[in-house]
């Protein structure tokens, strides 16, 4: 039994202790309390209950460059060799991305992968929808490329649990009905009126060869 929890600053050695020993890119611990202090609700952790190991674990951000949709990154994922084939993978990912829309309204999420990672790029295109969008040359630091995935984060994949941002999510999806309601009535309001401006048209012109006749002058 391996539970999935939102992550705290206790987590982060056991965290990082989790990534030593599975990825060949590592973080100092610097690096892992700057995620949690930014972005706490995005960092998660598979946990053994009652033992407090850590085997696995999320680290994710948020980034919103300019000209550039808010979206969350994630920044690592790893799961000890002990305790993969369980989904662990996919539960830290569902996790991270579900917070990611819930408190930052994400509209997609974003990682890199190596371009020979060929397991992790199965996961990510075939279980969990990611697509490949960009390469980036010599992205790892042993030159190594990378494979820039995406994958959109829609509200109704993560319904919000609060009541308030659900009213406002549906309020907001009867305005635009509503909107595209009266932009379909004014349209059809004005193909009516063309449609009476033609018929009124036709009715004024003469047919053809109903002109008016001319009385014969009477001989004397």
Same mark, same amino acid.
């Given at each position: 039994?391996?539970?999935?929890?939102?992550?705290?600053?206790?987590?982060?050695?056991?965290?990082?202790?989790?990534?030593?020993?599975?990825?060949?890119?590592?973080?100092?611990?610097?690096?892992?309390?700057?995620?949690?202090?930014?972005?706490?609700?995005?960092?998660?952790?598979?946990?053994?209950?009652?033992?407090?190991?850590?085997?696995?674990?999320?680290?994710?951000?948020?980034?919103?460059?300019?000209?550039?949709?808010?979206?969350?990154?994630?920044?690592?994922?790893?799961?000890?060799?002990?305790?993969?084939?369980?989904?662990?993978?996919?539960?830290?990912?569902?996790? +991270? %991305?579900? *917070?990611?829309? =819930?408190?930052?309204? !994400? @509209?997609?999420?974003?990682?890199?992968?190596?371009?020979?990672?060929?397991?992790?790029?199965?996961?990510?295109?075939?279980?969990?929808?990611?697509?490949?969008?960009?390469?980036?040359?010599?992205?790892?630091?042993?030159?190594?490329?990378?494979?820039?995935?995406?994958?959109?984060?829609?509200?109704?994949?993560?319904?919000?649990?609060?009541?308030?941002?659900?009213?406002?999510?549906?309020?907001?999806?009867?305005?635009?009905?509503?909107?595209?309601?009266?932009?379909?009535?004014?349209?059809?309001?004005?193909? +009516? %009126?063309? *449609?009476?401006? =033609?018929?009124?048209? !036709? @009715?004024?012109?003469?047919?053809?060869?109903?002109?008016?006749?001319?009385?014969?002058?009477?001989?004397?």
């Amino acid at each position: 039994m391996v539970n999935i929890r939102r992550a705290t600053i206790s987590d982060l050695m056991l965290m990082q202790h989790c990534n030593l020993n599975c990825l060949p890119e590592n973080y100092n611990l610097r690096y892992y309390l700057y995620h949690g202090l930014l972005w706490p609700q995005l960092l998660h952790c598979a946990e053994i209950p009652g033992k407090g190991k850590i085997v696995g674990y999320v680290l994710a951000k948020m980034e919103d460059e300019d000209g550039d949709a808010p979206h969350g990154h994630i920044t690592s994922i790893s799961v000890m060799r002990t305790h993969r084939k369980l989904a662990l993978a996919s539960n830290l990912m569902h996790a +991270s %991305e579900r *917070s990611m829309v =819930e408190n930052y309204g !994400a @509209q997609f999420c974003s990682l890199h992968v190596r371009e020979t990672n060929t397991a992790a790029k199965h996961l990510y295109a075939q279980t969990l929808g990611f697509l490949k969008a960009d390469q980036e040359k010599g992205y790892y630091a042993d030159g190594e490329n990378a494979d820039y995935m995406k994958m959109p984060l829609s509200p109704p994949m993560f319904p919000h649990p609060h009541a308030e941002i659900q009213r406002r999510r549906e309020e907001e999806q009867r305005r635009k009905a509503e909107e595209a309601r009266r932009v379909k009535e004014a349209a059809e309001a004005t193909r +009516s %009126e063309a *449609s009476k401006d =033609e018929a009124g048209q !036709a @009715q004024e012109k003469p047919a053809k060869g109903d002109h008016a006749k001319v009385p014969k002058k009477k001989k004397h």
